[in-house]
């Protein structure tokens, strides 16, 4: 299963252009994608799931046209929006018996699929009382076992750990590594170690464009060399941030430890480089690119 | 001050960018236009036995004036009566909570915002007013005063009250939406039979529309000029066909000091309404409203969750262990989980009600249960009726809706059947009676009309994105046609309409609905 999209443009109006000549092949295996905000992330994942229209380009799933044949996609979908809701009058069966009924899935193992994504999202014991009781982090699980329903080929998942505790992440993170074996997983994320632990690939986009697409360690190397840490003092830190682009700081005892990106070829003193992570890589290309 | 005048302005912007608004004040257009009918018009809004008023400034202006604040203040409750809701749905409300602004300020804020968007459309028919004197009035001088006074003395202290009403409304019954409306007519009903039994006072004080001193002015003219006995004034739109009416030209009302003081009474009443509405405000905290089932509800589910000690089992839900797919692209769930939420939306007492008129709709005389029982009884599903359509964004599910099997041709027709299917079980007492006469007429005629008012609430959800517009719509709708209004007879009520044509024209109009409603769905889908 292959996903090409080529030169797709998305203009909500004149001034607004949400995404610009955007190409890449999106095949079996996860793609981690990444941005800032605006970036189009959005706006991708939802013309993939066909619900928004591009203005120009083209979208094939294994050569079917999804612009043009929206349904051959959708029998296939599963889609994790980013501010899903719920029908709170219904009950986890009942939500989910009712988008089966929309991907239409049916018959006798029906039940028995939901009675099982139910126990997998650990929500069987609270599957018969109305959805509009849950908390935020059971409704996030209920719209992942919604995403599973149809068994589907291309997953897209837009920011799917928020509300996610730190346990359920990690074992989110191991059930889209288990789902990747045979499809298409989209999954956008602003928190970059959901990506980086689990992305076979990763696109980094801005501005609506696509500034990178490749393997996450090709993408990490770009920033080899260019990464460093240096300790300085708390009343330093101030001007340093004036001078480099720091990505983080940890204070350690009377001293603050600075993680920064060399873009000039000015390295500060006393630095020692240090290995780049998907994150510095991340910043590094989208400051150089912004 | 400022940030009250800031909250007012976001608010009422809020409102009023919206297409439903802009659909409202075309219709407002429309209405303040027929206000004043042609010489030809088949329909009169204030009559008095066979007299009618010169078009003069004085007639144009108090009859528009007058109709304007009993028109606006019947319907613009519905209008407006949302503006809480709208800050809990988008938990705007919980931001609010935060700040410092008090109970009595927030709500206050409120009422003016919907007091503005009542003044917008009244603003609309003040002008359209103008223009229909220009356009009827003949020769007739025109004076300014004639227009300006009855709206600055009518409706804008009735609308005042109204806008406060609707506050108040959403503060103690909260989302109740259908028992608001009920209380609401039933008390703008109590208001019109005292104002009808008394004549309100003879100063008009106890009045808030001003409808007393009217009624007592023109009788009083038509009485002392042509001597007769009149005692009281129809106001409201009132089919009559071409009747040719005596004309008497008046001259409007003499302002009493005590009237014009009485309207600063009823904008006090306003203001009092809303400081005693906030002492009881939630402040957008519901924890005190959870009942106990909730409650226990809630700690089951906190100990659900932790004794299983775990959350997503991955291996639950691999592949190889989930069975094997099998595909059903039939409608009919579709159409049962439809109905199910149809079902279920609003509160359970409804049914009690909605039970106790069904019955009594096999028991009461047919006419009445056609041409009353029935259409209060589909109105009274209004609210399910105007989220046919609309739930999916307002619960943010059209994302799966949108992206699911061919949604045009399954899921659209399966929300529809769901809609239609409870208008016929709603009017299957009517129907069964029309069959047992052999009334065939009556029973295309009735489910022609299900199929309509179904058809109107989704292609008016679709169109507009809000249920606002249908609601307000149907409302006039079933005024109109529990006043016998021959064009508003969607059931086929009327005996003039068991005949061909009149099927024919409402089928034609659900044909036209079908498709329009098709296709902007089909845009809506794919344009997110």
């Not at chain 1, 095949?27 to 990444?34: I, Y």
């Not at chain 2, 009169?44 to 066979?50: N, P, V």
């Not at chain 2, 319907?75 to 009566?81: E, I, M, T």
């Not at chain 2, 009827?136 to 001088?141: A, C, E, I, V």
Request: proline fraction near 4%.
């Amino acid at each position: 299963m292959a996903l090409t999209i080529t030169n797709l443009t998305k203009q909500y109006n004149t001034q607004k252009t949400a995404l610009t000549n955007y190409s890449i092949n999106i095949n079996k295996g996860v793609l981690g994608l990444l941005g800032p905000n605006g970036a189009g992330k959005s706006t991708l994942m939802k013309i993939i799931a066909t619900i928004s229209k591009p203005s120009v380009g083209t979208l094939l799933l294994d050569g079917v046209d999804i612009v043009q044949k929206p349904d051959t996609i959708r029998k296939v979908l599963g889609y994790l929006p980013q501010d899903f809701g719920v029908y709170p009058n219904l009950n986890a069966y009942e939500f989910l018996e009712y988008i089966a009924a929309m991907k239409g899935i049916g018959g006798k193992g029906l039940r028995q699929r939901i009675d099982l994504l139910l126990e997998g999202v650990n929500l069987t014991a609270d599957a018969k009382r109305p959805i509009g009781t849950y908390s935020g982090g059971m409704k996030q699980r209920i719209g992942i076992a919604q995403a599973l329903l149809n068994d589907p080929k291309v997953l897209i998942f837009d920011e799917p750990t928020v509300g996610l505790d730190p346990e359920e992440r990690m074992r989110f993170r191991q059930l889209i590594s288990d789902l990747a074996n045979d499809c298409i997983i989209i999954l956008s994320s602003h928190i970059v170690s959901d990506i980086d632990s689990i992305a076979d690939e990763v696109a980094i986009m801005q501005d609506g464009k696509l500034i990178t697409h490749a393997p996450q360690y090709d993408i990490i190397k770009q920033a080899e060399g260019r990464i460093f840490e240096v300790l300085l003092d708390n009343n330093a830190l101030n001007q340093f941030k004036n001078q480099y682009n720091v990505i983080n700081t940890a204070r350690q005892a009377d001293r603050i430890k600075v993680r920064y990106i060399d873009t000039k070829g000015n390295v500060a003193p006393e630095s020692i480089p240090v290995t780049a992570t998907l994150e510095d890589a991340y910043l590094f290309l989208t400051q150089k690119n912004g | 001050m400022q940030y009250l005048y800031n909250i007012i302005k976001a608010d009422y912007l809020q409102r009023t960018r919206s297409y439903s608004f802009l659909i409202t004040l075309a219709v407002t257009v429309f209405m303040a236009y027929s206000f004043v009918p042609p010489d030809t018009a088949s329909y009169t809004t204030l009559s008095a036995l066979g007299y009618k008023g010169v078009y003069n400034s004085a007639w144009v202006g108090y009859v528009s004036g007058i109709m304007t604040s009993f028109m606006l203040s019947f319907y613009g409750f519905l209008l407006v009566n949302s503006g809480i809701k709208k800050d809990i749905e988008t938990e705007v409300g919980l931001i609010i909570a935060t700040t410092p602004v008090t109970n009595f300020k927030y709500l206050l804020s409120k009422q003016l915002s919907n007091y503005l968007v009542l003044l917008t459309i009244t603003g609309i028919t003040f002008i359209v007013s103008i223009a229909v004197f220009l356009v009827r009035g003949t020769d007739q001088p025109f004076i300014l005063g004639n227009f300006v006074f009855p709206y600055l003395f009518f409706a804008i202290p009735a609308l005042f009250v109204v806008a406060a009403l609707a506050v108040t409304a959403e503060v103690f019954l909260g989302k109740r939406s259908i028992l608001q409306f009920i209380i609401y007519f039933l008390l703008f009903g109590i208001c019109m039979a005292f104002i009808n039994e008394k004549g309100g006072s003879d100063t008009g004080v106890f009045d808030p529309f001003g409808l007393s001193l009217m009624t007592k002015s023109i009788t009083q003219h038509i009485n002392t000029h042509f001597n007769e006995d009149i005692k009281s004034v129809s106001f409201g739109f009132i089919f009559n066909g071409h009747k040719t009416f005596k004309l008497f030209a008046w001259e409007g009302l003499n302002w009493t000091p005590i009237f014009i003081f009485s309207r600063l009474l009823w904008i006090g009443f306003g203001l009092g309404l809303i400081y005693i509405s906030s002492l009881f405000f939630h402040r957008f905290d519901f924890k005190q409203a959870v009942t106990i089932k909730k409650k226990k509800l809630q700690s089951a589910s906190a100990v659900s969750a932790t004794e299983a000690g775990q959350l997503i089992d991955p291996m639950r839900i691999s592949r190889s262990v989930l069975p094997a797919l099998s595909f059903n692209y039939g409608i009919y769930p579709l159409i049962k989980t439809e109905f199910l939420l149809l079902i279920r939306q609003g509160n359970k007492w409804l049914w009690l009600l909605n039970a106790a008129l069904w019955v009594a709709m096999f028991v009461a005389p047919f006419k009445y249960a056609y041409s009353y029982l029935l259409p209060v009884l589909l109105f009274l599903q209004v609210t399910r009726w105007s989220e046919l359509v609309t739930k999916e964004k307002t619960n943010r599910i059209h994302y799966f809706a949108y992206a699911s099997y061919k949604p045009l041709q399954r899921m659209l027709p399966a929300q529809i059947m769901a809609g239609i299917l409870l208008a016929i079980s709603l009017s299957l007492p009517v129907i069964i009676r029309s069959i047992s006469t052999s009334n065939l007429y009556a029973v295309i005629g009735l489910l022609n009309g299900a199929v309509l008012i179904v058809l109107l609430a989704v292609a008016l959800g679709i169109l507009t994105g809000g249920k606002k517009l249908f609601e307000v719509f149907f409302f006039l709708l079933t005024y109109a046609v529990i006043n016998q209004v021959p064009f508003a007879d969607y059931l086929g009520s009327l005996p003039d309409h068991h005949a061909p044509f009149f099927i024919w024209i409402v089928l034609m109009m659900n044909l036209t609905l079908t498709v329009v409603l098709f296709i902007a769905r089909r845009y809506q889908i794919r344009h997110l």
